[in-house]
């Protein structure tokens, strides 16, 4: 039996308690099946991860089934690392309280 709480005026959620999904989006044409919108001060998709004993268990997956389909795509400012006298491109990360970046290759050349 599930859960459902849309009323409530804050952490609203659903929550199932079999082996299926609990919520699937899904959109037959070109749309999203899913947009999230976050406050400037606020992380707009937070994904936790608290299954005990799984450390082999994905927080996330993605399934891309197209050849050549990037998982991600990147829209706006993708930051440029100036070190060294060279500027290359990256993806800006936070691991803690560290900053850092993901490389970003073209054809296998760091760019």
Do not use: C
């Amino acid at each position: 039996m599930d859960t459902i709480n849309l009323y409530a005026e804050s952490d609203r959620n659903i929550i199932g308690d079999d082996s299926s999904p609990t919520l699937t989006l899904e959109n037959t044409s070109t749309g999203n099946a899913l947009k999230v919108v976050g406050a400037v001060t606020g992380v707009p998709l937070a994904v936790t991860h608290t299954t005990p004993g799984a450390a082999t268990v994905a927080a996330i997956r993605i399934t891309a089934s197209t050849a050549s389909a990037p998982f991600f795509e990147f829209k706006g400012f993708l930051a440029s690392i100036a070190s060294a006298g060279s500027i290359t491109r990256g993806v800006r990360v936070k691991f803690g309280d560290e900053y850092g970046f993901i490389p970003v290759y073209m054809s296998g050349t760091y760019i």
